[in-house]
């Protein structure tokens, strides 16, 4: 287990690391890393020096091992399957409570639901028509209005992924 949250922090990284070269290429769109990474970016060029780098995988590892401190019920140093289960549930809580604190900071006049003004005031690095798309995927009644429970819907579904099938006789890889 200890190797699988070590391969993922690594593929996370990594592909953070090599995003930022996808949006070079976007017109109106200055080269920048992503904001996860951006915070290492101590001289602000937009790239990540071999120090900034060191102080990525640095930080990676201290997030690991407050995981498995938080987490590691048992001490083995690794989750086992039912603390894998808690700390999925408590980030799934941290998200959930995330996304509620951003929708009362965009619910400008406090009605409890937010209009197409309150979120395109809230999403200002999406354009007009970016926004209205994602109002309109928010909006499950048609309401013209997101609530909530609307709000929140999109991190509290979360769809089983459909395994492919398998081959019979095909060795794995």
Do not use: C, W, Y
Request: charged share 35%; no cysteine.
């Amino acid at each position: 287990m200890k190797t699988s949250i070590l391969l993922a922090a690594g593929i996370i990284g990594l592909s953070a690391l090599t995003g930022s070269a996808r949006h070079a290429d976007r017109p109106g769109r200055p080269h920048s890393l992503p904001p996860q990474l951006a915070k290492f970016d101590v001289d602000g060029d937009g790239k990540l020096s071999a120090d900034e780098r060191e102080a990525v995988k640095k930080a990676m590892e201290d997030r690991r091992k407050a995981i498995l401190e938080k987490f590691d019920t048992n001490g083995d140093g690794k989750l086992d399957e039912a603390e894998r289960a808690a700390a999925r549930e408590a980030r799934q809580e941290e998200a959930k409570a995330a996304r509620t604190k951003k929708f009362a900071e965009a619910d400008s006049d406090g009605n409890g639901s937010l209009n197409l003004a309150e979120l395109t005031a809230a999403l200002k690095s999406l354009s007009a028509e970016r926004v209205a798309a994602v109002f309109k995927r928010l909006d499950d009644n048609g309401d013209q209005a997101i609530s909530l429970d609307e709000f929140l819907g999109r991190t509290d579904e979360k769809p089983e992924r459909p395994q492919p099938p398998r081959r019979p006789n095909h060795p794995r890889r």
